[in-house]
């Protein structure tokens, strides 16, 4: 099986095309390709396909064999894949998700795609629907063991905490604590976020099913949908995470935007 390995900030997943590929069973696959030393070592798996929706279509699973419904960060790859290895000779591009529909739009010099800015649609911000188990019409502020957390869908659950400490202990102690914690029936991923301006976020990101990524992109737009809704930041800020930072914009009209580069690490063959 062919495939290629890149990354989006540091998030780094093993790419397959299914125009020229065929993928019996995707969990098991994301298990064994994923693990570090023994396989590829990767953020997950992620499937390119077509779609009778969009122009493409998406599919995410991470290292334990569960299927994600959204990543920002493979958004971006997607769409470089797509236009430099001939997929497509357009720019601007809608990708099928199992969150739904993403517009993407790469901007190319000489041939390459420099950058790709997704429309991630709108936050959902319903504790019902994002889901988390609280009360009310927003979880906003609130109060986990001892914590204030604010809970965010962008086709995947966030709850974010605001904190001046990003240290490794606090990630690794209540990363995977908030991740099962009984409020999210379907888990959730964490961001550990610090305010360092009204324009500029640093973010640590749990990811859920993974343990800590270096970047984030559906963590990126939380933590901006987040603070804002707290009053922290502006309605656009640069989100600062271990990998890189993303351009991260919440429109008038209620659409997350984010923007940044994707690479091609290397391609290879599969031989499981």
Request: glycine content about 10%; aromatic content about 6%.
């Amino acid at each position: 099986m062919r495939f290629s390995k890149m990354q989006g900030i540091g998030n780094d997943y093993i790419y397959v095309s299914l125009f020229t590929e065929r993928v019996e069973d995707p969990s098991s696959l994301a298990v064994a390709i994923s693990r570090p030393h023994f396989g590829i070592g990767a953020d997950g798996l992620v499937l390119i396909g077509p779609s009778e929706k969009a122009d493409f279509s998406m599919r995410i699973f991470n290292p334990d064999g569960s299927e994600s419904e959204m990543c920002g960060n493979a958004c971006r790859c997607v769409g470089k894949y797509v236009y430099e290895r001939g997929l497509t000779d357009r720019t601007q591009l809608t990708l099928e998700t199992p969150a739904g529909m993403r517009g993407l739009a790469l901007t190319v010099s000489e041939g390459k795609v420099d950058h790709v800015r997704v429309d991630m649609g709108r936050p959902e911000l319903n504790p019902v629907r994002i889901p988390v188990n609280a009360p009310g019409t927003r979880a906003v502020r609130l109060p986990v063991d001892g914590l204030e957390l604010t809970c965010v869908s962008m086709g995947n659950p966030h709850a974010v905490l605001f904190t001046e400490d990003l240290s490794d202990e606090t990630v690794a102690r209540l990363g995977p604590k908030l991740e099962h914690h009984p409020l999210f029936p379907h888990r959730t991923n964490v961001e550990f976020v610090r305010v360092e301006a009204p324009d500029r976020l640093r973010v640590r990101v749990w990811e859920r099913g993974v343990g800590e990524t270096l970047a984030c992109g559906t963590g990126a737009c939380a933590a901006l949908v987040a603070a804002n809704l707290c009053g922290l930041c502006e309605r656009s800020a640069e989100v600062a995470l271990p990998g890189g930072s993303l351009r991260v914009s919440w429109l008038p009209d209620g659409h997350v935007t984010q923007e940044g580069p994707a690479e091609f690490v290397y391609d290879g063959d599969w031989l499981e």
